[in-house]
């Protein structure tokens, strides 16, 4: 509970006092030859080239953006700023010495999305794709989004980041969902909604084992829903449990050590064995399940 009191303050503080922009600004316009850096992500360019006449762009302390118009692009660069200050806060680490800037692509026709996952050749029911450390979206000005579904690829953004090299898959996906939802929940708080994070609880029998889980490469087709949950679940309570210790492991998987090794290190006084860790985590993940409080923050 300390720690989640603690989170929340530092949100409402950023978001009321560390912004860099606010929401009556508009975000500046810029030449594409005067942007600071250049996307090295070939993507990049593959995106530039759909109606290349129609793109404009625009930049700030951490992210340079690439859009049709200002008033799409300007609440997320709002966002992507906030949610980098929330993780770089979170993570207790400072900006990394030589840091590049993240290029975020905001498309805003479905058929230019849909030109570009064939020029990409991505999926087709991709909404979205985090890149080699730039970001590909698809924002409809008719719609209003809602949902942490921004601030998690935007802490992917930020984690590449801090972690080059990459983490695994379930924390990676997991610490996006984490951090994204209680600090959607906050933004929403602080500009007056009723608003708190969910972290939705695993039914018994749809649990994937820890050595199943911290072992997947990418999320599993059959099973897309519970694998982010319940990676969800697993940094949340590793966080609750200890979050120096947390970090460590973090740190020690950034380094690509294995998870069991990293754990017995940095929980061994909590987790004598991987098994512990297991046994403890699946009534963690489980509770609740199928009442009205398996939503609500603990």
Request: with cysteine.
């Amino acid at each position: 509970m300390r720690f989640m009191l603690i989170f929340t303050i530092s949100i409402l503080c950023l978001v009321t006092g560390n912004a860099q922009i606010n929401e009556s600004s508009s975000l500046p316009e810029i030449e594409f030859s005067q942007l600071s850096q250049r996307d090295p992500n070939p993507l990049g360019e593959k995106a530039l080239a759909i109606h290349s006449e129609q793109w404009k762009h625009g930049e700030t302390e951490h992210f340079i953006y690439h859009f049709v118009h200002t008033y799409v692009a300007t609440p997320i660069s709002i966002e992507a700023e906030f949610h980098y200050r929330v993780v770089a806060r979170e993570l207790e680490r400072d900006q990394p010495a030589t840091d590049t800037k993240s290029h975020i692509y905001i498309f805003e026709q479905p058929q230019d999305w849909q030109q570009f996952q064939m020029f990409g050749q991505l999926e087709k029911w991709t909404g979205g794709i985090h890149s080699a450390g730039s970001l590909f979206i698809v924002r409809n000005p008719a719609y209003k989004f809602t949902d942490n579904s921004l601030g998690h690829e935007i802490v992917h953004l930020v984690l590449h980041r801090f972690y080059p090299d990459g983490i695994p898959c379930w924390l990676d996906e997991g610490l996006a969902q984490y951090v994204s939802k209680g600090a959607h929940a906050s933004y929403q708080r602080a500009r007056g909604y009723i608003a708190k994070p969910h972290s939705p609880a695993i039914a018994a029998q749809d649990f994937i084992p820890l050595p199943t889980l911290v072992a997947m490469t990418h999320p599993p087709s059959d099973r897309v829903e519970t694998f982010y949950d319940e990676s969800e679940r697993l940094v949340r309570f590793l966080v609750l449990t200890d979050k120096a210790s947390f970090l460590a492991v973090l740190d020690a998987l950034g380094r690509h050590q294995p998870f069991d090794t990293a754990l017995l290190r940095t929980y061994a006084g909590k987790f004598p064995n991987p098994t512990a860790l297991e046994e403890k985590f699946r009534d963690y993940a489980s509770k609740d399940f199928g009442t009205s409080l398996q939503q609500v923050d603990d």
